[in-house]
């Protein structure tokens, strides 16, 4: 729990964060009520490589928003978690104002594909809000 701790830091700089920790939480958390032992398998592994990559390649440091630029938010769902970009395309780049990420709840793993976008869709707005606040925006899903 104290690695994911030290890694809830960075979330908002990691796109898809919640999805990436799912196997290291899952090993890590032990106030479910099916307490197992501690392993570590490749999974867990494939997951620290990766924050490690992410941590020390990506910038990692998220962009004023642009007054003058609409907002762009994209959505993504799968059957671990939601995820929200919010970003601005401007005439000279792009900018990454916001990353947002959370695991589905067993109840929510259960909805269809459809299902899950629009819970990405809806749970990235609500999130969010006071960065969008009353400004057009739009939104991309692969859905």
């Keep these: 729990n104290e690695f994911i701790g030290k890694l809830n830091w960075y979330r908002k700089f990691i796109p898809h964060f919640a999805e990436i920790a799912a196997p290291v939480h899952k090993v890590t ?12 398998h490749k999974e867990q592994q494939d997951a620290f490589d990766r924050f490690k990559h992410l941590l020390t390649t990506e910038p990692l440091f998220l962009q004023y928003p642009d007054p003058t630029a609409p907002f762009i938010l994209s959505t993504d769902a799968s059957i671990i978690g939601i995820s929200g970009i919010l970003r601005q395309t401007t005439q000279h780049d792009t900018r990454i ?3 947002k990420s959370r695991t589905l709840s067993d109840t929510e793993k259960r909805y269809d594909p459809m299902g899950r976008e629009e819970l990405a869709m809806y749970w990235s707005i609500q999130q969010l809000r006071e960065y969008i606040g009353d400004s057009y925006f739009s939104i991309e899903t692969d859905s």
């Design 97 to 99: 104002c916001y990353y």
């Design 29 to 40: 958390n032990k106030t479910k009520k099916t307490k197992h032992e501690f392993y570590w």
